[in-house]
């Protein structure tokens, strides 16, 4: 064989593969913009006529959370991250049914941007500047002496801080979620022992069921492995799995704490964990919602895609019946365990979800719609070029770093933001059946639409620029900072 005849089949050779590749490619495309027709069965669109009579009905009579709390414990409070969506809700929620703020204590690593936290008796609770890392500083914090009105009273811990780097998978990176959703778990266990606490309470997340999708299979798939889930809390129940079975870092590092929460409960120290289904939203510095109406152009891939979600308000009411739950004396068969909760209603589409913000917002918002397999490609690429300066060093420095958006885009984009339906039927049932009583005072609708009334009101001057809140993924950026991640 002459060079002629090998050049020839070189780009022969280089010819089909490109073919193939572009056929692969075009057909995870098509898969990847599918919705399995078990969770189209579970859909009611939301129209324009539907979103609009619920910003007239709650404008005038917003949703009221308090009717759905237990009874007011006569106890003191700490909780970490109690400045933020979760933490913050729990510490309104504790004030509304009659606690005195100088019963509660927040720990947090940051002040609230929060202006609900900002007036009123939560203004009046006191803040101590806390990192959940450093054994020193929690130390000191709860160490902190008491107001002589209340320091006699019984000790509940809500632990709500946590780090959520949401899509990274790679082991490489996983030092900072160990660092705070481990470690500084650990530390608040610690911490809270050596107080005093009886009650444990902490905030999980549902996305520990989650399996990572696999897209490698779909020419003989009908759609990618994994692309629609349901999901429970049936996996405590199970070992751990091992890391790369859960669909990144986060997921991993609090399925870890989560263990070790329950874990360690006893008479004497009885303790517990709300998984917040997939995902949070309720203030303007939500990652899944409240971040998407500061930006004019929504750039999306999954406006199809099927998810429960739930309102910060809820998860905190249920973190309330949990420790309602825990405080009772006697045997209890919810100690030590997780429970599962989300808004009390079916699944919604993420079409529902922006067409929400279009459609009310006083800012014009536009989507740009994006295929998928772009997004999937880039995902992988952003990836590989992330590790280079840690695994060749002498990069650091040479190549530029990624910043914004462009951090979070890798690949566990897509099992985060697959088909998930959740339920929260064992946190529902009656306390005397095993369960919470949780109910949900949001619906999503409901939550989703008051987001935005409350953004239309602190806009209400339309030439006020949009302002961005910070997120959970500003805060893992500038602890990945300090912690050399």
Not at 80 to 92: A, C, E, F, K, S
Not at 321 to 332: F, I, N, P, S
Not at 421 to 448: H, N
Request: proline share 6%; net charge neutral; charged share 20%.
């Amino acid at each position: 064989m002459d060079s002629g005849d090998a050049a020839r089949l070189a780009l022969a050779a280089v010819g089909i593969v490109s073919v193939l590749s572009i056929a692969y490619l075009v057909r995870l495309n098509v898969l990847l913009k599918g919705t399995p027709i078990e969770g189209r069965k579970l859909l009611t669109p939301w129209t324009e006529e539907l979103r609009r009579k619920a910003y007239r009905e709650l404008e005038n009579n917003p949703v009221d959370w308090t009717a759905d709390l237990p009874p007011k414990l006569d106890r003191r409070y700490i909780v970490t991250g109690g400045n933020g969506l979760v933490g913050g809700y729990i510490v309104l929620q504790l004030l509304a049914r009659g606690t005195s703020p100088e019963a509660i204590r927040i720990l947090d690593i940051q002040a609230t941007e929060r202006s609900d936290m900002t007036i009123g008796p939560a203004a009046q609770v006191d803040f101590i500047k806390t990192d959940i890392t450093s054994r020193e500083s929690i130390d000191a914090a709860f160490s902190k002496p008491w107001s002589k009105s209340v320091a006699h009273l019984p000790l509940t811990v809500f632990h709500t801080a946590a780090v959520i780097v949401i899509s990274e998978r790679i082991k490489l990176f996983y030092r900072l979620p160990e660092a705070v959703n481990i470690h500084g778990t650990r530390n608040v266990l610690d911490a809270a022992r050596k107080a005093g606490a009886d009650i444990f309470s902490a905030t999980s997340s549902g996305s520990i069921a989650i399996r990572p999708i696999s897209a490698w299979d779909c020419w003989w798939r009908s759609e990618p492995t994994n692309f629609l889930q349901f999901i429970d809390e049936s996996d405590f129940d199970k070992p751990l799995r091992a890391h790369e079975e859960y669909f990144g870092n986060y997921a991993a590092s609090k399925a870890f704490a989560e263990r070790m929460v329950c874990g360690e409960n006893e008479p004497s120290f009885r303790t517990g964990c709300i998984r917040p289904a997939n995902a949070v939203y309720g203030q303007f510095g939500d990652a899944c919602f409240g971040r998407l109406l500061s930006q004019p152009v929504i750039p999306t891939w999954i406006t199809h895609i099927i998810q429960n979600f739930v309102h910060g308000a809820n998860v905190a009411e249920a973190h309330l019946r949990q420790e309602a739950v825990l405080a009772k004396k006697g045997d209890c068969p919810q100690a030590g365990r997780p429970f599962l909760v989300t808004d009390p209603n079916p699944p919604i589409t993420f079409a529902d979800l922006y067409g929400t913000i279009t459609t009310l917002s006083v800012h014009p918002t536009k989507l740009q719609l994006v295929q998928p397999v772009v997004i999937f490609v880039l995902a992988h690429i952003l990836e590989w070029y992330s590790q280079l300066p840690y695994r060749f060093p002498f990069l650091k420095g040479i190549l530029p770093e990624m910043q914004g958006d462009l951090k979070t885009l890798r690949p566990g984009l897509f099992s985060v933001c697959t088909h998930v339906v959740s339920s929260d039927a064992r946190a529902r049932k009656p306390v005397a059946e095993g369960g919470l009583g949780y109910r949900g005072s949001y619906t999503t609708l409901q939550g989703m639409v008051t987001e935005v009334i409350e953004w239309n009101q602190e806009h209400s001057d339309k030439e006020k620029e949009r302002r961005v809140y910070s997120t959970s993924m500003l805060l893992a950026d500038k602890l990945e900072k300090v912690h050399g991640s």
